[in-house]
């Protein structure tokens, strides 16, 4: 059992509050995505888990121990960090074991276990090479191979995504969810990228200023927003949000439509504006409208759609797609 | 390495251009005839031609007035070779040597190693230790020689409080030359913990955290991550603790001036006792050209080796 509960948390930096009061449970064997934007406390509240920042005030359980002053090493977590800090004067295989080591285990218990990490991350060949001379890629795994080999009941992954290429991001996106299959340990990842949030998670939490906004399942968030905020960060291309007369037609302050949500069609219709720009991606068509009353609507279209620039098109929402909120921002339901 | 790649990536339809081409376009040739004449011309004028003409001298049998005339051949070298007093003050210089890389360098790799964390404390004990090395080295001498003097200085104050006869460490043959190791230990060390600091700030912080999470305290933190990541800097701390022991003389002059009987001259503090104070330059030049070739040798043979994969 390894659950993470952080109860009333926060953190301070002389003064000035990162982290307000916040209660978050990660359930155990779980993949929990940490996602906002840049500068909203996901590392500081990794880091705060790992052991690596002190708690301001509050408590961090682990597997329903009471972790919150122990040290990073005796708290069965291991962690993947943006840099992947591997140690550049020791070679793959040091890397890896350099736990084990510190604990003093047999050097043949050593070798086997770094093996078995390796075989799982197709490091076999590499074991002798120094970091710098590994891809990116590769280095990633031997960051990753040096978390397994410790056997943690939670891995921390602070962006370890984000110094690769657009191609590797995706695969390794693939390899992490298979890894979270096999290892069956809970996971917890900080991404500032929804779409790494959206195809890995469990559970997505999302942070804005060090504040919880929502917690759910992907399609949860993606469905049922809570507020604007979770609204707009989550999907690509965001959500559009309406306001003014059109929100007020719903009973609302904003009326939000996802462009997947939007069909060319007079049947209930909601903009109507001119084509200003057209993105072609073969399977969609991005288009950006133009509208007068609602100022700039991004719509996905089918991709055998010819779509004209300059051209007039009117747009409904696909029934039950629309979200409503209140001047706060706070979800009223859909419509 | 980022201008070598997007060089190839524009130029692989004309095929690897020549050299000359390459360092025409992307502007070091120019770069080159600009910068290289001054340094060159200033090298050969103040370095080059000086060191030729006192390799010259070293023939000579000559006081420094007039010209040089009486041509001795290689007979510097042979006294040189002869005279325990030069073989004292090279073996002294060993001992600058390995006191500078056995005590001063862990000493202030120690004193690095617990304050080059950035707080207002650690700025204050940096200044504090490296003040040593901001002293004018001729003034150094003089304080230190002060302090054991056996007739006012702390010395004597410590051999009255025990009672004892006056002690005069400078002039004693067992004392003088550990005083002076003492010396240069104290007013280098800043120098090297310095160079520690920069290295030691220069660690990522990822690193160490990293270790942290795998479980080492913080002397396995020390030994185990940061030591080895510090190869390179006191590689470079040990070339200049070695050249700077070669060149080891103003300390020397206001302490013991040499003495008691040659027994504490450097190789620098004999060429100027035995050279120049006895106006004898051709044989000063002799003992610069041996101190000359020893400081080479070893810049070659340190840089080819232990600089080398750093
Ligand atoms: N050591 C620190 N001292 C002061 N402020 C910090 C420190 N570390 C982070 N912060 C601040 O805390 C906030 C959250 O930082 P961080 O957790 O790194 O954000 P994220 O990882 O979500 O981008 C930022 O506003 C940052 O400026
Ligand atoms: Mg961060």
């Given at each position: ?11 301070s ?18 993949f ?79 070798r ?23 891809s ?38 693939v ?37 919880v ?7 949860d ?33 904003k ?16 903009v ?59 979800s009223?339901?859909?419509? | ?7 190839n ?65 290689m ?20 001992w ?82 550990p005083v ?127 600089m080398?994969?750093?």
């Open positions: 059992m390894a659950e993470v509960r952080l109860n009333n948390l926060t953190k930096y002389g003064g000035v509050e990162v982290i307000p009061p916040l209660d978050l449970t990660i359930p155990d064997k779980s929990s995505v940490l996602v906002g934007p840049s500068g909203c406390g996901k590392s500081t509240l990794l880091r705060m888990v790992a052991g690596l920042e002190e708690v301001t005030s509050g408590q961090i359980t682990i597997g329903g121990e009471d972790v919150t002053d122990a040290d990073p090493a005796k708290r069965g977590i291991a962690m993947v960090f943006q840099s992947y800090a591997l140690y550049p004067h020791m070679s793959v295989a040091d890397n890896i074991g350099f736990a084990l080591k510190l604990a003093k285990t047999p050097k043949d218990e050593i086997t276990r770094v093996k078995e990490a390796a075989a799982i991350l197709q490091l076999e060949d590499y074991l002798d090479r120094k970091p710098k001379a590994l990116g890629g590769q280095r990633q795994r031997v960051a990753i191979g040096r978390a397994i080999v410790r056997q943690p009941k939670v891995f921390l992954f602070d962006e370890p995504l984000s110094n690769l290429d657009a191609a590797l991001r995706a695969q390794m996106r390899e992490l969810a298979e890894l979270h299959e096999k290892l069956g340990a809970t996971m917890i990842y900080v991404t500032h990228d929804q779409v790494e949030a959206m195809t890995m998670a469990d559970q997505i939490v999302v942070l804005k200023k060090g504040e906004q929502q917690v759910g399942a992907p399609l968030l993606y469905n049922t927003p809570e507020n604007t905020f979770v609204a707009e960060f989550i999907g690509m291309p965001k959500m559009n949000l309406l306001n003014g007369a059109t929100a007020a037609r719903f009973g609302g302050d009326v939000g439509v996802r462009p997947e949500h939007l069909e060319i069609s007079s049947d209930n219709p909601i109507s504006g001119e084509v200003v720009h057209a993105e072609y991606l073969g399977a969609d068509t991005i288009a950006h409208v133009q509208s007068a009353e609602a100022g700039r609507v991004v719509v996905r279209l089918d991709g055998s759609h010819p779509l004209q620039r300059g051209s007039e098109i009117t747009l409904s929402p696909r029934p039950g797609c629309l979200r409503i909120f209140d001047a706060n921002g706070q009223l339901g859909a419509a | 390495m980022a201008v070598a790649e997007t060089n990536i524009i130029s692989p339809a004309q095929g690897r251009p020549s050299a000359l081409k390459r360092a025409l376009s992307d502007g070091r040739l120019v770069t080159v005839l600009v910068f290289l004449p001054p340094a060159l011309l200033l090298f050969t004028l103040f370095v080059t031609l000086p060191l030729i003409e006192a390799a010259g001298y070293a023939g000579y049998k000559w006081s420094g007035y007039g010209d040089p005339t009486e041509w001795v051949g007979r510097n070298f042979e006294i040189l070779q002869k005279h325990s007093a030069f073989h004292q003050s090279l073996m002294n210089t060993v600058v040597i390995v006191a500078s890389c056995l005590l001063q360098i862990p000493l202030a790799m120690s004193m690095a190693l617990l304050i080059y964390r950035k707080t207002w404390s650690n700025t204050v004990f940096r200044l504090i230790f490296f003040a040593p090395y901001i002293l004018a080295e001729v003034a150094t001498g003089l304080i230190w020689s002060f302090i054991f003097d056996g007739d006012y200085g702390v010395a004597a104050m410590a051999s009255q409080a025990l009672g004892g006869e006056p002690f005069f460490p400078l002039s004693d043959r067992t004392w003088a030359f002076v190791l003492f010396v240069v230990v104290w007013k280098f060390f800043g120098f090297h913990m310095m160079i520690f600091i920069a290295a030691l700030q220069g660690i990522p912080e990822d690193l160490t955290e990293a270790a942290r999470i795998d479980g080492a305290k913080p002397g396995q933190i020390t030994w185990f991550v940061k030591l080895p990541l510090l190869k390179p800097a006191i590689a470079v701390s040990v070339f200049f603790a070695v050249i700077g022991s070669l060149q080891l003389f103003d300390l020397i002059v206001p302490l013991t001036n040499g003495g008691p009987s040659n027994s504490t001259h450097t190789i620098v503090s004999y060429l100027y006792t035995f050279g120049l104070t006895r106006l004898k330059v051709g044989f000063g030049s002799a003992v610069g050209i041996v101190l000359f070739l020893i400081t080479v040798a070893f810049a070659v043979v340190y840089r080819n080796t232990a080398k994969e750093t």
